[in-house]
């Protein structure tokens, strides 16, 4: 059966690949996507070391000049997805989007410098990428840390990658929609309308990124004019981890000044992580940096968190809650609280099961010695292919495959359990 899994795996990455770059799925995402492509990576790398690599150089070649590194890149035209390129108008050589993904970078390329077998290879491919890396940590801490507090904030839902969640709920209620220009979506012509976001959420994702574009993403003048300002834990743990693997890589290759600095992000943003705990919900929350208050909304972000440092007793904590959590659904781990009164089991980041999420949560809880709640998760994983396919997501409480199909990240998280 295992082996089954990973060739049907294997099979649905080659299916995905466009020679430089993987798309999420062929229809619905037509594009390189930034997270997808670090997390496609550690898949390629069990069958293929070389490719594994090129996704993320590709995905690196198209770093902007200031460091950010874009959420999407349109190496070639398809107007089968919205927004597209002439609504983005980045201007830049290769379009790309104007916002940035969870920065996960820097852990896979840990992650596969670790597996791979040429190690002249390894170092070349690593050494080549680390000032990259540097230079878009840096940036975040520039960019979307102005006033220094150790934590970045996110400016637009879709940079969270979970773009609908019920944390932004309350913040995007402030996000007028006064002059927003008419548009077609075409999202909801490849996957089932009710598994996706609202038209009021997508008139909303569309103003910002008009406002943006006013401000020709010049990113000394976007945090701040953004009305949605929020600070994710999740999105921070994957930022923190990722400084945490660049700093060992760098000691590794002897580039130690990226190394001091990697750690002092680190030291800072984890110190920082404390003022996100919750003793009343018993995990990490959402800051509203906007209002200066925590955002009682009980998702998978604060859960999220176990992928960095965190203290130990705060992992046991999110461990119990998993726990607590995996009594309420058949498959770990929902993206919100089935309890909640907004928790919806089939629509995207607002109760579904996404591997991806499940795979970092895993390996956080296996290292803070969380074993036990790591298996079933990686378990509850492979019983969901087994039961319903590669799709994009799935129900917590039957496992129904929602979303589109054949799904990258999905198939190369299967590939990682499987190794
Ligand atoms: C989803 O987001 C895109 C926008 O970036 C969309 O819905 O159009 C999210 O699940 C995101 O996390 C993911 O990277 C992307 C591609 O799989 O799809």
Excluded at 160 to 166: E, I, L, P, Q, W
Excluded at 196 to 217: C, D, H, K, M, S
Aim: hydrophobic share 40%; aromatic share 10%.
């Amino acid at each position: 059966m295992a082996n089954a899994i990973f060739d049907h795996a294997a099979e649905i990455l080659r299916e995905n690949d466009r020679g430089t770059y993987t798309v999420p799925t062929h229809g619905l995402y037509p594009f390189q996507w930034n997270w997808d492509s670090c997390l496609t990576a550690i898949g390629q790398a069990h069958i293929n070391e070389d490719r594994a690599w090129t996704e993320i150089d590709t995905l690196f070649d198209h770093q902007w000049d200031d460091g950010m590194v874009p959420h999407i890149v349109f190496h070639q035209h398809d107007d089968g997805y919205f927004p597209g390129p002439d609504v983005w108008q980045t201007h830049r050589p290769t379009p790309t989007s104007g916002i940035t993904q969870p920065p996960v970078a820097g852990f896979a390329v840990r992650r596969i410098f670790d597996m791979t077998k040429d190690r002249d290879m390894a170092r070349a491919r690593a050494g080549a990428l680390l000032p990259k890396i540097a230079a878009w940590h840096d940036w975040f801490f520039r960019s979307r840390d102005p006033q220094g507090t150790g934590l970045v904030a996110i400016i637009h839902p879709w940079e969270s990658g979970r773009d609908n969640s019920v944390d932004w709920d309350a913040a995007f209620e402030r996000v007028p929609t006064t002059g927003v220009l008419p548009f077609v979506r075409r999202d909801t012509q490849h996957a089932n309308p009710d598994h996706r976001p609202t038209q009021a959420q997508y008139e909303r994702y569309i103003y910002l990124v008009q406002l943006f574009r006013g401000l020709n993403w010049d990113n000394t003048k976007l945090h701040d004019a953004s009305p949605f300002q929020v600070v994710d834990p999740g999105f921070n743990a994957i930022l923190l981890r990722s400084c945490a693997d660049l700093a060992d890589l760098a000691d590794t290759l002897d580039q130690p000044g990226i190394a001091a600095q990697a750690r002092a992000h680190l030291a800072r943003g984890l110190a920082a992580m404390e003022t996100l705990w919750s003793d009343a919900q018993g995990q990490y929350l959402c800051l509203d940096r906007t209002l200066g208050t925590l955002i009682q909304s009980p998702s998978i972000g604060g859960l999220l968190a176990t992928f960095a440092a965190i203290p130990q007793h705060r992992a046991a904590a999110i461990g119990t809650r998993l726990t607590i959590l995996g009594e309420k659904v058949t498959y770990l781990v929902p993206s919100h609280d089935p309890d909640a009164a907004e928790f919806d089991s089939l629509r995207y980041w607002r109760g579904p099961v996404w591997l991806i999420v499940n795979y970092m949560i895993a390996d956080g809880l296996q290292q803070a010695g969380q074993g036990d709640v790591a298996a079933r998760i990686v378990a509850d994983s492979i019983a969901l292919i087994e039961k319903s396919g590669f799709a994009e997501y799935y129900d917590p409480t039957d496992g129904t495959p929602c979303g589109g199909g054949r799904f990258t990240w999905t198939a190369a998280m299967v590939i990682e359990f499987l190794a």
